[in-house]
Structure formats: C-alpha cells, structure tokens
C-alpha cells in the first residue's frame, strides 16, 4: 500500500510543537475556544439535549468524561456525543467560510473528554490540538473538487477526522498510530444535506455522533487497533467514496506547517444558516437607521447567490413561512423579516412561538430574492425596502462582521459568551462566566483544562 501522503499528514499531526504555531494562530484558537463552548451552554438547552442526554445516562457504565452545564457523568464517548450534539443545536458555531466547514464542533468536545480520560492537559497541549485539527478539517475541504454541499455530503462527514486528530494528539498517538486513528475515522464517515432539511433535531444529534466516532476512533488506534491505509487517496479511500473523487491535494498540501486555516475562521453573531447572515446585517442596518414600522412595508428586495437560494429558499413552502424551528434557523424569510421587524436576529428569535410571530411572517411574504450567479460562497448582504408611502431605501453590507476581514475582538467574542450562558438548561453563576472567559483567555499558561470543565458545570 502506499501511504505517503496519508503519512505526511500524519506526521505533521504528530511533529508540530506549540512553539511552531504563529502568534495568531492562538489568538484565533483562543476565540474560537470560548465561542464554541458559549454555544455549547446555549445549546443544552435546546431541542433534543435532554432526551439524548437521558438514552446516554441509561447506558453509559464507565463515568468518564462530563457533560457540561449539567455536569452529567458519562463514557468518554457518550459525553463527547452530548456536547457535540450541544455544540451544533443553536446554528451558531463557528464557520470556515471558504468551504462553509463547521470548524469547532466535533473538535472541543472531543479534546475535552481526551483531557479528562488523561485527568490532566495543559492549555499548550490543547491550543495545539486544536488548531492541528482545525487546520485538517479545512484543509480536507479546500482540497474536495466541489462546493459544500453539492455531493450531498456536509460538515459532519468530516467531523470523524478532526475529533480523531485531536483525542489522538492529546492521547499521545504518533506517527503511525495517528495514521490509524485517522483511519478508523474514515470508517466512521456518514450524514448529509438531508438531516438539514428535516425541520427537527437530528442534524445537530448526529454531529456529535460524528464527534464521538472521531474520539472513538482515537481510543481504537490507543489500543493497537490497526486503521485501514490510504484513508484518503485509496480506490475506495474518502475522497472517491463520499466526495467524487479527484481532490487537488496541492491545496491540501499548500504551506503545510506555515499557514494554519484557524486564522480564516469567522465567527457567528446570528443562530441560523451562514449564508443568511449578509442579508440578516443589511436588514438590521435598515431597522436601526430608518425606524422601519412593519406595516409600512410594501415590499423586501434581497440579492443573493444561488447556492444560498438552494439552501434556505427551497422549498418556498417550508422556507417561505416556517412553521418549525429547524426549518426558521434556514429560512432567509424568516430571518430577514425578523431582522426588519425586531432589529435583532439572537437567540430569543428562533422559539416556537416567535417563529409564528404574525408581523414577522407578514414581512416575510413580501420578501422578494433575485439571484446574481456571481455572489459565491458567503456573500454580503444587499436589502431594499420599498415602503407604501415613502422611498426605497437600500443597505448594503459587503463583508460580514465576525470574518478575518472584519474580526471580532476577544471582548466581543466574551461577550457572545455571556450572551449564551444566559441560555443554558441549568444556570452557570456569574463568576464561573467570568472565570471561564479568563480562563481561555490565558490558555496557553493553564496547567489543566480538566479545571475549565469543572467552572463549566
């Protein structure tokens, strides 16, 4: 068999030392560190959490590993499922824009529960594994011949590979048992598109079983275990299986070591579809400068890309007006309306009881999206309002809050933090809040992240 390039990997899994990653490449990590595990609070208590939470207590023989906000004590890899599943509820983790890669979401829960089945690892230790992870993750995307989401496969097919480079760094596999880690991800590749279109939870349920093979197939490879070769290259390997084949590994490959793919990593301010946050900015900048009254609007004018179109326009009849939250979470109408209507688009909004708010889906059936074929990836946002009695006005925003172009602060980012604490299924006093923010902040000084699990229960 020939392994080199799946070796290559593994090596630079394996040799990369915290003292080769750049200043801002940790500061990138830190954020995004602090922005996933927000989300993770806000998402236990969503849909779904306290059911699969419950399934997982009933089985689960060996307390290894907790749950955070509720502090549950299960298996390694039934407590990476939980707050992989957590992680993923809210539609508000973090995105790689250049592919639409969910970056952080098998990766912290995974590195958490590594830590704890090792009860102890520094924040060195797991800054570097995540952003190894991250870097892969990305790197798989950029190298697939097509567009997220056009073979039907999303984020959490890749999942497997970043949970499993992280638990297997942490666990202190190398060289060839990273390999076979890496492998036995592979074997653990599944879901699609099609969980998205659901309208209920099992989208975010499987992305952390998509996590929790990852830490699995770690702790396959830690027990010898030999994973399957050419994992990505092979005939049968990954990229042949579930991507269509023909990846251009030159962009995988391209500054390996040198440049690392944390640093183009944007982070969310609304709990909903990425490509929907363009047009959900414009629509705010309208409601804050014109004082934009509902019932004066005669119609919404959106631009947009096709492959936004496809993803929270289609099918009108389950986009147009939602009558779940799942399906509110990828509606551009529901999104933008609430934007017009409310001047916000936060967590609060995406209730069942909001998503039938009659002015907002009054709103939203006046909403009109005209595609433009050049607006690829994630686009800004270009709104206009043509009110009854009165002139059209017009905003457009050309990129987003929270990219490397338009970065958020380490504050801003403790501030979503706080934010969705404020959701969490069982209250975080407000000095763990704090505390964890200081926490991050100064990870690479920690000597045990197992303490920042405890401030996070």
């Known amino acids: ?57 009933g089985r689960s023989m060996r307390p290894e590993a907790t749950v955070l906000i509720t502090g549950a004590r299960l298996s390694a890899h039934d407590a990476t499922w939980v707050n992989g599943a957590m992680a ?7 995105s790689h824009d250049a592919t639409g890669h969910h970056i952080s979401v098998p990766i912290v829960p995974a590195a958490l529960a590594a830590v704890e089945l090792l009860g102890k690892a520094s924040g060195r230790e797991v800054l570097l594994g995540y952003v190894l992870a991250a870097d892969l993750g990305a790197r798989m995307r950029l190298a697939s011949p097509h567009r997220s989401g056009e073979t039907g496969f999303a984020a959490n097919t890749y999942s497997p590979f970043m949970a499993a480079a992280v638990a297997a760094r942490l666990l202190g596999l190398r060289g060839e048992a990273m390999r076979h880690a890496l492998g036995w ?37 830690r027990h010898g275990l030999p994973g399957p070769d050419e994992f990505l290259t092979g005939r049968f390997g990954f990229y042949a299986a579930y991507d269509g084949g023909n990846p251009d590994l030159s962009k995988f490959a391209d500054r390996l070591g040198e440049r690392f793919e944390v640093t183009q990593i944007a982070i969310k301010l609304f709990p909903c579809g990425r490509v929907i946050h363009g047009p959900i900015e414009a629509a705010i900048a309208l409601h804050r400068e014109n004082a934009i009254r509902p019932e004066d609007i005669e119609e919404v004018e959106v631009l947009y890309g096709p492959r936004g179109f496809k993803m929270t326009c289609e099918p009108e009849s389950e986009r147009r007006l939602p009558t779940s939250v799942q399906h509110a979470k990828f509606s551009l109408y529901y999104a933008v309306a609430s934007a017009l209507v409310r001047g916000h688009v936060g967590l609060e909004d995406f209730t069942p009881e909001t998503v039938a708010d009659p002015q907002v889906r009054m709103v939203a059936s006046r909403i009109r999206v005209n595609q433009d074929a050049a607006l690829r990836g994630i686009p800004g946002g270009d709104v206009t309002v043509r009110l009854k009695q009165g002139p059209r006005i017009r905003r457009e925003v050309p990129v987003l809050t929270g990219t490397p172009e338009r970065p958020l602060s380490y504050a801003d980012c403790a501030a979503k933090f706080r934010r969705c604490a404020e959701f969490a299924a069982v209250p975080l006093a407000k000095d763990k809040v704090e505390a964890a923010i200081d926490f991050v902040a100064n990870l690479e000084s920690a000597g045990n992240v197992r303490d920042l699990v405890t401030l996070l229960t």
Do not use: W
């Open 1 to 57: 068999m020939n392994n080199a390039f799946e070796d290559r990997i593994a090596a630079h899994l394996s040799d990369t030392q915290f003292e080769d990653l750049p200043p801002e490449a940790v500061d990138a990590a830190k954020k995004c560190i602090l922005d996933i595990l927000g989300v993770i609070a806000a998402g236990s208590s969503a849909d779904g959490i306290a059911s699969l939470r419950r399934l997982l207590e």
């Open 88 to 94: 993923r509820a809210r539609e508000m983790d973090d």
């Open 185 to 221: 991800a592979y074997t653990q590749c599944a879901g699609g598109l099609q969980l998205q279109q659901s309208g209920s939870s099992a989208l975010h349920i499987h992305h952390g079983l998509a996590a929790a093979a990852g830490l699995q197939a770690a702790l396959l490879a």
